[in-house]
């Protein structure tokens, strides 16, 4: 359970999705290859590199994916780790996420966008709803899961840019760089 996290903590987090993501925006081909070199970058494994094209990705991006330490994402998701962290600095109680993934049928995603299910007393959602709004989110209620809020995104773009909102907000000394262009 990812909860009471320190913003500086949360900040961190952000800033290496950030610059992972940038990466992997960089060199991904297309929206199959970015799932594909996120999924290898949350999971590095040198066995990996050799099933697939790796040519034209950056030394960086490289090093990352032959590591054999996974980034310090508390396990969970690039696109949404950081929002993850930052639900929990400003004090809601995060319960499931997912980036959101592109796949071919007839193999279904558990989303196809980047969401996050958290509680929060009603002043701080409320709290939340402008941060939503300037960063490209929306809220949601799932009917299976009433009594959770669920944030959602077009994208990982946006889902990181409310958790640098969310961060922003609890703190002016938070600062997220490295924002990825896609």
């Known amino acids: 359970m990812i909860r009471d996290v320190p913003p500086e903590l949360a900040s961190e987090v952000l800033r290496t999705e950030f610059g992972l ?23 590095p494994d040198p066995e990996n590199v050799d099933c697939a094209d790796f040519g034209h990705v950056s030394e960086e991006l490289m090093e990352e994916l032959v590591s054999d330490v996974p980034p310090d994402l508390e396990g969970l998701e690039l696109g949404v780790a950081g929002l993850v962290h930052a639900l ?40 939340l709803v402008p941060l939503a709004r300037i960063s490209g989110c929306g809220f949601n209620v799932d009917p299976e899961r009433p009594r959770l809020i669920l944030v959602e995104a077009p994208s990982i773009v946006e889902s990181m840019r409310l958790a640098e909102e969310i961060l922003r907000s609890i703190s002016s000394e938070v600062s997220v760089e490295q924002r990825p262009q896609r």
Not at 21 to 43: H, Q
């Open 88 to 127: 929990a600095a400003y004090g809601c109680v995060p319960a499931a996420s997912c980036r959101g993934h592109v796949y071919d049928a007839p193999r279904r995603p558990w989303s196809d966008r980047p969401v996050a299910f958290f509680a929060s007393d009603r002043e701080r959602a409320e709290q």
């Open 21 to 43: 993501a940038g990466l992997v925006d960089e060199a991904a081909r297309s929206p199959e290859e970015f799932e594909m070199l996120l999924s290898a970058v949350e999971s």
